[in-house]
Each structure stands twice: as C-alpha cells, then as structure tokens.
C-alpha cells in the first residue's frame, strides 16, 4: 500500500538527488511523511534513480545493504534494503576519492557478485544466484547518507537509494566453485591497519542470501536482475568513517584486495 501521490514522489526524489548533487544533508523524509512504507520508499528510489538517468548516467548494478549484524547494529535497523548502482559511482582500484564532494563518507568491505544470467524472483534463492555467477570479487563501497548525522529509518535510507555513493572493485575475479563463501575471512583496513574483520557469513549466514533477497525485492517492483549486473552483498563488518588523507582497503581471503584513498 502506497501513501504518496506520484507528485509527491516526484518532489521527494528530486530533494533527495538535489541534496546529494549539492553535496549537503537534509533531514529523513519520514520527519515530514511519518507515514511512509516501503511502498513509497522504493517509489521514491526509483524517481531517483530516473532523475539520474535524465542526468546521462546508467545503473549498472544493485546493492543489498544492512544484511549483516555488525550493520544493522550500527545503524539501528534490522531488515536488509536494495538499493541501485550507477556508472559514475565506479571508482578504480587504488584511485581517490574528493572528499569534497561527499557529505559524510563511509567505507564498507563487500563481496560483490557480477551475474551470467537473468535472475528472476519471487522464489529466488541461494543455489540459483550461484548458478547465475559468472564470478565473485572484493568490492569497497563508500556510503554517504543524505540525511544529517547518518541518522535514519528503513523507509528514509531506502528512499535515499540505500547510501549509494561510490564503489571500489579490485581483487582477482573468482568463480563460486569450490569457493565457501561463508568462511572466507575479511579484513578493513584503514591507513594500514586492520580495523574491523569478518568472515562471509556475517552477510546473512551467506552472501548469495543477500543476492537472492535483492532478486526477490526486484520482483516485487515488477523487475528482473539482468545478465552482467554487479551487485554488492552488503558490509560484512560495520562501516568507518574516513576523511581526506585516508587510504582504505579490504583483503579478502582468496579474492585478493581492493584499494581507495581519499583527498
Ligand atoms: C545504508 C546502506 C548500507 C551496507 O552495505 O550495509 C549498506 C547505510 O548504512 O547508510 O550499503
Ligand atoms: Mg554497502
């Protein structure tokens, strides 16, 4: 059940792409609508992401996001959200990121996925997202919520398409055969010291979970995940603030390592 009209939609989508563009936090939409559901949320995403579309860019992949404890811990939430992934968020391995054009960023250690086939929910689950992997990679994601302090509700981060800010790949792609990823070991690091770890199971028992609940959210907005998508399964362990003068990585075992600096 949805409780905006598409106008309202439309006007809440275009704050949000305004206040990312303009690089400066607004407050949760909630404090203005307390009675949006996920409904509207993915609504509002959507317009977003349309928004960005009509500024030249082309969503290249998807992101699941609060799917492990350490996240929903952080951020006081406990259900996993979707979100879209654009070109123009890619940033290369060992490249820097300007500071300047971010509100308040954070750094996330992520396996990511890039699929072979169309996955297409509902009914999704772990064996045919393995079955669809073309490979597995290290994948850095910087998040920089719009609203102010980071603070939010599930429909207020969703509506925000989920934090998306920036991603990092790198690493060696790896096929899923005869790879646990549940028990492969992950490890932050900023400025050269470790500073969070896990392992793949701290994404919801199993990063392809994350993979599966995304293709089922996808359905439920009447879309497919597409062949060649790239989809991040979410932060392992909680997300660390960085500033400019920050060099962060993940290593990830058997994957290999993925690097970013900030300026
Ligand atoms: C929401 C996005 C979370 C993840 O990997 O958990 C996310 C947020 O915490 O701002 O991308
Ligand atoms: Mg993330």
Redesign the pocket.
Known sequence: MSTLDAAEVERLARHLEAAEHEVRAVSKITDEHPELDFSDAYAIQRALCQVRVERGHRVVGY??????RA?MQ??GVDTP?F?RVFDDMSVADGGEVDTSALIHP?V?A?IAFVMKRELRGPGCHIGAVLAATDFVVPAL?I?D?RYEN?R?DLPS?VADN???SRFVVGGVPASVAGLDLRSLGIVLEKNGEPVAVAAGAAVLSHPAAAVSMLVNSLAEQGEALPAGAFV?S??ATE?VVVAAGDALSARVQRLGQVGVRFK
Do not use: H, N
């Not at 992101?63 to 492990?68: E, N, R, Y």
């Open positions: 992101k699941a996001g609060l799917t492990s996240k952080q951020m959200v979100g954070r996330e992520e994601e998040i919520s980071f939010f981060v989920t934090s998306a991040m979410g932060g997300a």
